[in-house]
Nanobody, 115 residues
Framework: QVQLVESGGGLVQPGGSLRLSCVVS????????MGWYRQAPGKQRELVAR????????DYADSVRGRFTISRDNALNTVYLQMNNLKPEDTAAYYC????????WGQGTQVTVSS
């Protein structure tokens, strides 16, 4: 049974940084493209970044390109999202999942960017 456990969110001022982590179990992690998604209140969940199985290829939404970096450690079954120069519009609940996503989602981690 797949489990997705996100952590690392919090309250940060505009321009600040956070690093999110997601530990994955129940699947062959190294064989799956992984992604970070986010959902702001009243909006649909959107894909923020994704990373290939080896980690050699990454892709980002236009809104975060140049500020966010996705990475993975296949030995630890963990995917990361380094978020720099955060903006108020980055406020959302952040989730990891494979790409394309499972129907199951973890609890997510809340990121709030506010002064």
């Amino acid at each position: 049974q797949v489990q997705l456990v996100e952590s690392g969110g919090g309250l940060v001022q505009p321009g600040g940084s956070l690093r999110l982590s997601c530990v994955v179990s129940g699947i062959s992690f190294r064989l799956n493209i992984m992604g970070w998604y986010r959902q702001a209140p009243g909006k649909q969940r959107e894909l923020v970044a994704r990373i290939s199985t080896s980690g050699s290829t990454t892709d980002y939404a236009d809104s975060v390109r140049g500020r966010f970096t996705i990475s993975r450690d296949n030995a630890l079954n963990t995917v990361y999202l380094q978020m720099n120069n955060l903006k108020p519009e980055d406020t959302a609940a952040y989730y990891c999942n494979r790409f394309p996503s499972f129907s199951y989602w973890g609890q997510g981690t809340q990121v709030t960017v506010s002064s």
